[in-house]
């Protein structure tokens, strides 16, 4: 079954850690999307890429870092710059220009 | 800038009855519009859309939308809703030149009660 994995489900971090979240795709789309999602504030984009090796912020990157390297994976850093980690991550995917595919998300915790 | 305005954060209804849920956006470029419905701890799933054609849309589990360009409204409606439609919709819309980078609406709790 094609679709897009998001991993791990949960994550915690510590103060001052970096983590990264995993996503990957096996639906050949070219484009790839993060999202954060917090209560009552609906998704807001945090990077997007429509081609390897190339991607852009979105409206709230600070703090964040991802790469794409491989057509199939986009994995997102949360870094210790980011100050309010603490959100329900969702990537999606989709071909450029038609709707996009979401993954199940990761919740990220802080200790 | 572009916008969406989600005009309910919760609602209500019993099982049976009709809905409409109210999704706004401002724009001054054309653009595409989305709804998605997100059940707990889950991922977005695409409901309906519009990019062109027929204002009136139809989409997965009995649910529709009307496009009105002149009120800049995209809403979305049931005529009959079940327990398990109990969810978080969004309304999101793209701007055609920009590919199809989403903007999102701040989402509406639908509670279907029996």
């Known amino acids: 079954d094609g679709g897009i994995t998001q991993s791990p489900k949960y994550l915690f971090r510590k103060e001052g850690q970096n983590v990264t979240?995993?996503?990957?795709?096996?639906?050949?789309?070219?484009?790839?999307?993060?999202?954060?999602q917090d209560p009552g504030q609906g998704l807001r984009l945090?990077?997007?890429s429509q081609i390897v090796n190339d991607f852009q912020k979105g409206d709230i990157a600070e703090g964040y870092s991802v790469s794409r390297e491989k057509k199939e994976s986009f994995p997102l850093t949360v870094t210790s710059a980011q100050k309010n980690p603490t959100a329900f991550y969702l990537c999606a995917?989709?071909?450029?220009?038609?709707?996009?595919?979401?993954?199940?998300?990761?919740r990220l915790s802080i200790l | 800038?572009?916008?969406?305005?989600?005009?309910?954060?919760?609602?209500?209804?019993?099982?049976?009855?009709?809905?409409?849920?109210?999704?706004?956006?401002?724009?001054?470029?054309?653009?595409?519009?989305?709804?998605?419905?997100?059940?707990?701890?889950?991922?977005?799933?695409?409901?309906?859309?519009?990019?062109?054609?027929?204002?009136?849309?139809?989409?997965?589990?009995?649910?529709?939308?009307?496009?009105?360009?002149?009120?800049?409204?995209?809403?979305?409606?049931?005529?009959?809703?079940?327990?398990?439609?109990?969810?978080e919709y969004f309304c999101a819309v793209s701007l055609m030149e920009y590919g199809n980078?989403?903007?999102?609406?701040?989402?509406?709790?639908?509670?279907?009660k029996s």
């Not at chain 1, 995917?93 to 990761?106: A, C, E, L």
């Not at chain 2, 204002?55 to 360009?69: D, H, Q």
Request: hydrophobic fraction near 35%; charged fraction near 15%; charge should be neutral.
């Open chain 1, 21 to 36: 979240l995993s996503c990957e795709q096996n639906l050949n789309h070219d484009a790839m999307y993060w999202y954060r």
């Open chain 2, 1 to 87: 800038a572009q916008s969406v305005t989600q005009l309910d954060s919760q609602v209500p209804v019993f099982e049976e009855a009709p809905v409409e849920l109210r999704c706004n956006y401002s724009s001054s470029v054309s653009v595409y519009l989305f709804w998605y419905v997100q059940y707990p701890n889950q991922g977005l799933q695409l409901l309906l859309k519009y990019l062109s054609g027929s204002t009136l849309v139809k989409g997965i589990n009995g649910f529709e939308a009307e496009f009105n360009k002149s009120q800049t409204s995209f809403h979305l409606r049931k005529p009959s809703v079940h327990i398990s439609d109990t969810a």
């Open chain 2, 101 to 112: 980078k989403l903007v999102f609406g701040a989402g509406t709790i639908l509670r279907v």
């Open chain 1, 93 to 106: 995917s989709s071909p450029i220009n038609q709707p996009q595919h979401f993954g199940d998300g990761t």
């Open chain 1, 46 to 48: 945090i990077y997007y």
